[in-house]
């Protein structure tokens, strides 16, 4: 690794000439640093807005789940067993359902011997458990912080190996030359003059492991401080696929965290509350039938993503009440666990369906209030939020349908290179799922896609587009930021109040319900906004720079996601998975006839994955076909002998 001042523009600028550079440090970046020096690329660093910052190291739920083959009993599983599950999420590559398969439990046994501590049997077994979409009990997991562990655990690792981590530098634009990623120019967030504010790097190969888009939304569920860079990708070229595939659920907004499992299975009440105060419980409103309405909220306890398919008779029918009150009529609304719903003392528990009756029954829980439950059946779940400074003993906890996660991402192939040759996408912020996925197979293929790119990086380490005049190939990127960082700043400072704005309108166009006939308004102002960038958005600060490049990096996104949506309702894509798009010729939910009215997807477009390319001043994009699940196997001595050769990595 080399460092050396260069001076471009007229500003010098620290630059740094390595063979790879990792940006991100979540569990995916620092896996693919640690994989990369397993398989000898030596000359390495990573590069991060904030070494604490991210999903990974900030986020849980009720129990964080991690997907990985059966590895217990005589449970039948294989590589095609799981590889098949995964590619069932409709629209996924097969090879990449494959190698996902492949290397779980080589990625998972790498987690354990870093210390991550998933529980085993007397006899060393992996339990597992069953999660969603998943047939085969293949979920485990170390307790609400599993992300969080796993990081630290990853973490340790990379600094016992001395691999530099560059923090407070965040990414806004891709060196090229040509079709190849020869580098990456930073934002310095600790520099106090133009002369610092900029950090370049050239690397032969490039990993981007950023999570997902968190900014581009208001209601989100992704850790404060995390936000993704998914536009600096997309503004190099990068493709984006599936971007219409989303997660969302019930959260509460502060602190940010899933209201799944107990909170739902509690019964608490639901409140929806105007600028003035005034209440109301929606949800007594909307039911007709206690048994019924008490009976959903307990099934949200499980049924925890936003799904289209649950929504005319099933639970989530409850997110869509939410989102009414909250995005269709600018109210907040609040989950209340000192009082029950309806106003009464004690709850009719004859009137729930049969499995949560026995539930309750079960667990001797048919009394009190919702918080008296929740502290006899799960005081670690009311202690959680005493530990985030909410007492829910004396006070309302503020929700919102939030997005968790985003299936689609940056297109990749199955070593997780992009389009862009030498430019490789890992984590989240690649788009490895499609409609649905299991719960916590997340995890899983951040760690086998940053073990992948790491694989084909070590086989593949020549770039001939990096024996260029990087210098002068950097020069109009310095000199484009540079103009872009005078003219912003000043006296006043718009940033926080235009990010919220935009966020907002996601929420309410492109978010859980979807409304194609906005889609091209809104389209025109986030465009507009990121096209006009340099007049309309000021910052008051040096220190506050970052955050407008935020908002840029967001004002791409936002535009892309959107285009995607259109891309996919133009050719008569319907609701599926988390999404609904409103149709005037649906089915409206009970009651909601005046709200809105939607079809659900007839399948067609099941084998079919969206992509989208920025092209400069517009995009193009299309449907094509999945790649299909491969055979897999191979002949044992065939195998061997090209693994002798090239050890199977092309
Ligand atoms: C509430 C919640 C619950 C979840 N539960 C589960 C679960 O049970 N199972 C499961 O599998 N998944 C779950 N997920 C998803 C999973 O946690 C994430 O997909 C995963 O942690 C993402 O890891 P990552 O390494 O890709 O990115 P992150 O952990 O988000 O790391 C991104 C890194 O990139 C850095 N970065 C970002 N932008 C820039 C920039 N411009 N410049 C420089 N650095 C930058 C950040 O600082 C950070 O270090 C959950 C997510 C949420 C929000």
Redesign the pocket.
């Given at each position: 690794m080399k460092e050396s001042i260069i001076k471009t523009s007229d500003i010098a600028v620290k630059k740094v000439t390595l063979d790879a550079v990792i940006?991100?440090?979540?569990?995916?970046?620092?896996?693919c640093a640690l994989r990369l020096n397993d398989y000898g690329v030596d000359d390495i660093a990573i590069?991060?807005?904030?070494?604490?910052?991210?999903?990974?190291?900030?986020?849980?739920?009720d129990?964080?789940?991690?997907?990985k083959m059966n590895l217990c009993a005589d449970y039948p599983d294989s590589p095609k067993a799981m590889a098949q599950d995964l590619f069932n999420g409709k629209c996924v590559d097969g090879d990449i359902a494959y190698a996902e398969a492949a290397l779980s439990v080589m990625s998972f046994l790498h987690l354990c011997e870093l210390g991550v501590e998933f529980p085993v049997n007397r006899y060393g077994e992996y339990v597992g458990y069953k999660?969603d979409h998943d047939p085969r009990a293949r979920a485990t997991?170390v307790g609400p912080l599993?992300?969080k562990m796993?990081?630290e655990c990853l973490e340790n690792a990379v600094k016992k190996r001395g691999i530099k981590i560059y923090d407070k530098?965040?990414?806004?634009e891709f060196i090229k030359n040509g079709d190849t990623c020869v580098g990456v120019l930073?934002l310095n967030k600790a520099a106090q003059s133009e002369d610092e504010r900029f950090v370049l790097f050239n690397s032969k190969n490039t990993v981007i492991?950023?999570?997902?888009p968190?900014g581009i939304y208001s209601n989100?569920?992704?850790?404060i401080?995390?936000?993704?860079?998914s536009g600096?990708a997309f503004e190099a070229g990068v493709k984006g696929r599936n971007l219409t595939e989303w997660q969302y659920g019930l959260?509460s907004t502060a602190p940010?965290?899933?209201v799944s499992g107990t909170y739902m299975q509690v019964l608490p009440r639901f409140v929806s509350v105007d600028e003035n105060g005034n209440e109301y419980e929606f949800l007594n409103e909307y039911f007709d039938d206690i048994g019924v309405c008490l009976s959903k909220i307990f099934k949200k306890g499980y049924e925890w993503p936003f799904d289209c398919k649950k929504v005319l008779s099933g639970s989530s029918i409850i997110d869509l009440l939410v989102f009414r009150e909250n995005v269709m009529k600018g109210r907040r609304v609040y989950l209340d666990f000192r009082k029950n719903p309806y106003g009464l003392d004690e709850l009719p528990y004859d009137k729930l369906e049969n499995e949560a009756r026995e539930y309750l029954e079960n667990a001797h829980a048919c009394f009190g209030t919702p918080l008296a439950r929740l502290q006899f059946m799960n005081m670690p779940a009311y202690d959680l939020y005493l530990s985030k400074g909410v007492d829910l003993e004396k006070e309302r906890l503020e929700i919102a349908l939030c997005a968790?996660?985003n299936n689609g991402g940056l297109d990749i192939d199955m070593w997780w290179q992009t389009n862009i040759a030498h430019l490789f996408a890992?984590?989240?912020?690649?788009g490895s799922h499609g409609v649905y996925r299991p719960?916590?197979?997340?995890?899983?293929?951040?760690q086998v896609g940053?073990t992948r790119c790491a694989q084909y990086i070590s086989k593949h380490q020549d770039n001939d587009a990096f024996d260029c005049d990087f210098d002068a190939l950097c020069k109009n990127a310095v000199s484009k930021h540079l103009d872009i960082t005078r003219s912003i700043l000043g006296n006043e400072d718009n940033v926080a109040s235009l990010t919220d704005k935009y966020q907002k309108l996601m929420d309410k166009v492109a978010g859980p319900i979807r409304d194609a006939s906005s889609f091209d308004s809104a389209s025109g102002e986030f465009f507009g906004a990121f096209k006009d960038f340099t007049k309309i958005v000021k910052v008051n600060s040096q220190s506050r720079l970052w955050l407008a490049?935020?908002l840029r990096?967001a004002l791409l996104a936002e535009w892309m996601y959107i285009e995607a949506m259109k891309c996919y309702t133009v050719a008569g894509g319907k609701s599926r998975g988390s999404a609904i798009y409103t149709s005037e010729n649906g089915t409206a939910p009970e009651k909601m006839e005046d709200v809105f009215r939607f079809e659900l997807d007839d399948g067609s477009l099941n084998d079919r994955i969206f992509e989208i390319t920025y092209t400069g001043d517009g995009y193009g994009g299309g449907a094509r076909p999945v790649r299909e699940l491969p055979e897999g196997g191979g002949f044992f001595e065939n195998i061997w002998r090209e693994y002798r050769e090239n050890k199977n990595i092309y």
């Open positions: 940006i991100g440090t979540g569990a995916a970046g620092y896996n590069i991060t807005e904030g070494v604490n910052m991210g999903t990974s190291r900030n986020t849980g739920s129990k964080q789940t991690y997907y999660t997991s599993t992300s796993m990081t530098l965040q990414i806004i930073c492991a950023t999570g997902g968190a989100t569920v992704y850790p401080g995390h936000h993704g860079a600096v959260a940010r965290w899933n968790q996660h890992c984590g989240e912020v690649a719960g916590g197979s997340a995890l899983n293929a951040g940053s490049y935020r990096d």
